[in-house]
T-cell receptor, first 114, second 113 residues
Framework: DVKVTQSSRYLVKRTGEKVFLECVQD?????MFWYRQDPGLGLRLIYF???????EKGDIPEGYSVSREKKERFSLILESASTNQTSMYLCASSGTGLRSYEQYFGPGTRLTVT | AQSVAQPEDQVNVAEGNPLTVKCTYSVSGNPYLFWYVQYPNRGLQFLLK??????LVKGSYGFEAEFNKSQTSFHLKKPSALVSDSALYFC???????????FGKGTMLLVSP
């Protein structure tokens, strides 16, 4: 079974703090994704990566950055957390070619910024 | 640009009755279409996909979906709902040649006993 794990289920941070969200997958997938999920807005893509050290902006990259130093690990960084970044953050991974059709999701990190 | 519309925020159905969760899409070229389900406090789970071929696709847990090109729709269906089907359902689309998905806003399905 594919497993995508996220470092924390719940996280509470203060405004202005630097926040790291970690995601690890064990299926040797090339593609990794970070989404945020908000009620009434569905899932919105923040960043994705199709290879080590490669990254592409998604639909809402402002206020976020990412790092992918190893194939299995994809980190989302909030340089200076703000209250409007309070949300559920979901990481996903997928392969390439025929293995690209299905994205596998982690359990999510619910981040609260106070 | 690609987009997905799920016109219903919530669908209520009695256990044993058929259910439909609606989805329409907009994409350039041939669409790849997906349904995911999210149970409370869990990540998204893949249900089914349409890539090519038969317009009726079958997926996990007895769900199926029908691709209708002329109506640009991909409605999720199940002949007989279970209380355990209660969850948040997301439709997603991807254009061929791309690896990113665009998700709808989600539809909450509530199945009453």
């Amino acid at each position: 079974d594919v497993k995508v794990t996220q470092s924390s289920r719940y996280l509470v941070k203060r405004t202005g703090e630097k926040v790291f969200l970690e995601c690890v997958q064990d299926m040797d997938h090339e593609n990794m994704f970070w989404y945020r999920q908000d009620p009434g807005l569905g899932l919105r893509l923040i960043y994705f990566s199709y290879d080590v050290k490669m990254k592409e902006k998604g639909d809402i990259p402002e206020g976020y950055s990412v790092s992918r130093e190893k194939k299995e690990r994809f980190s989302l960084i909030l340089e200076s957390a703000s209250t409007n970044q309070t949300s559920m953050y979901l990481c996903a991974s997928s392969g390439t070619g025929l293995r690209s059709y299905e994205q596998y999701f982690g359990p999510g990190t619910r981040l609260t910024v106070t | 640009a690609q987009s997905v519309a799920q016109p219903e925020d919530q669908v209520n159905v009695a256990e044993g009755n058929p259910l439909t969760v609606k989805c329409t899409y907009s994409v350039s070229g041939n669409p790849y279409l997906f349904w995911y389900v999210q149970y409370p406090n869990r990540g998204l789970q893949f249900l089914l996909k349409y890539i090519t071929g038969d317009n009726l696709v079958k997926g996990s847990y007895g769900f199926e979906a029908e691709f209708n090109k002329s109506q640009t729709s991909f409605h999720l269906k199940k002949p007989s709902a279970l209380v355990s089907d209660s969850a948040l359902y997301f439709c997603a689309v991807r254009a061929s040649g791309y690896s990113t998905l665009t998700f709808g806003k989600g539809t909450m399905l509530l199945v009453s006993p």
